[in-house]
């Protein structure tokens, strides 16, 4: 089946470092969506992106979907320890035929923040 | 907008007893909702895909038999997780879509079985 790698699982970093996780597909992906969740919550939406090539921010976040489509990258700037979560890819891809795949999840990236 | 909301947001029962789960888009129709589980430290499994008024397609190894889900409306979906039991505490999220690719997830219900 598709498979996202993301990495890295967990990150300890100081506060108003700059962040980078990134995942990788085996297949080529046509939607990326970037998602955080904090403990006991359900995932919220940080950025979607659909073109390959795409480059998008929301605030100190920003997140780029490969040109290859099989990889997209988030980065978050100066961090604040509220960007404490788990931080999830997720993506789509076509079946041939052009139907939509599910929305496959990565594996999360727990970012700890020490201020 | 996009707000879903999922009840209860925690829930005990013993061993035997079924509990049901509700998802509603609370500001839009859901074209699309999705019933995810989620194991302590673990990415999100889907489980089931619905959609209104017709039968929810269950992923492989999902027991559509344990896991009932009703879409009876555009702004509802309930998993009844049937006769619980301890191996099926989890955590169970929904999302839901309305149109476009992008998911908008509930808070969340533990499921805690004695």
């Known amino acids: 089946g598709q498979q996202l790698n993301q990495s890295p699982q967990s990150m300890f970093i100081q506060e108003g470092e700059d962040v980078s996780m990134n995942c990788t597909s085996s297949s080529i992906f046509n939607t990326w969506l970037w998602y955080k969740q904090d403990p006991g919550e359900g995932p919220v939406l940080l950025i979607a992106l659909y073109k390959a090539g795409e480059l998008t921010s929301n605030g100190r976040l920003t997140a780029q979907f490969g040109i290859t489509r099989k990889d997209s990258f988030l980065n978050i700037s100066a961090s604040i320890p509220s960007d404490v979560g788990i931080y999830f890819c997720?993506?789509?891809?076509?079946?041939?035929?052009?139907?939509?795949?599910?929305?496959?999840f990565g594996k999360g990236t727990k970012l700890s923040v020490k201020p | 907008g996009a707000v879903v909301s999922q009840h209860p947001s925690w829930v005990i029962c013993k061993s035997g007893t079924s509990v049901k789960i509700e998802c509603r888009s609370l500001?839009?129709?859901?074209?699309?909702m999705f019933w995810y589980r989620q194991f302590p430290k673990q990415s999100l499994m889907l489980m089931a895909t619905?959609?209104?008024?017709?039968?929810?397609?269950?992923e492989q190894g999902v027991e559509k038999d344990k896991f009932l889900i009703n879409h009876a409306s555009l702004t509802l979906s309930t998993l009844t997780v049937t006769s619980a039991h301890p191996e099926d505490s989890s955590f169970y999220i929904c999302s839901a879509t309305r149109g476009a690719d992008i998911q908008y997830f509930g808070a969340g219900t533990r499921l805690s079985v004695l």
């Open positions: 500001d839009f129709q859901a074209t699309t």
């Open positions: 997720a993506g789509r891809y076509s079946n041939y035929g052009g139907s939509q795949g599910n929305l496959i």
């Open positions: 619905s959609n209104e008024g017709s039968k929810a397609t269950y």
